[in-house]
């Protein structure tokens, strides 16, 4: 089992930026893919980034793409999604997941493990 935990979400205003975290527990983290999902209300949850086990795969949706980075920190069990010049569009729940297969190019339902999410409110 994998637990994960995102924190970082908040209220921004459109431009600014934001920095979210996951925490993973449960097993070795550096085995794990991690990606980052969200969800806007009344839209289906969408991709948002991938990383690899070892960072050295990356994957983004084209809606983030040169905005957004996906990182992490094998050390700290931590993934991180660095969120600069947001959008309204933004808006949404981000949720980080977890796979224990190595690919970054496949669909949520491909992920083993989620978080509980948390909320990134831009205004405009």
């Known amino acids: 089992q994998v637990q994960l935990v995102e924190s970082g979400g908040g209220l921004v205003q459109a431009g600014e930026s934001l920095r979210l975290s996951c925490l993973a527990s449960?097993?070795?983290?550096?085995?794990?893919?991690m990606g980052w999902f969200r969800q806007a209300p009344g839209k289906e949850r969408e991709f948002v980034a991938a990383i690899s086990w070892s960072g050295g795969s990356l994957n983004y949706a084209d809606s983030v793409k040169g905005r957004f980075t996906i990182s992490r920190d094998n050390a700290k069990n931590t993934v991180y999604l660095q969120m600069n010049s947001l959008k309204p569009e933004d808006t949404a729940v981000y949720y980080c997941?977890?796979?224990?297969?190595?690919?970054?190019?496949?669909?949520?339902?491909?992920?083993?493990?989620w978080g509980q999410g948390t909320q990134v409110t831009v205004s405009s």
């Open positions: 997941a977890a796979r224990t297969l190595s690919r970054v190019d496949v669909p949520g339902s491909l992920y083993d493990y």
């Open positions: 449960g097993r070795t983290f550096s085995s794990l893919t």
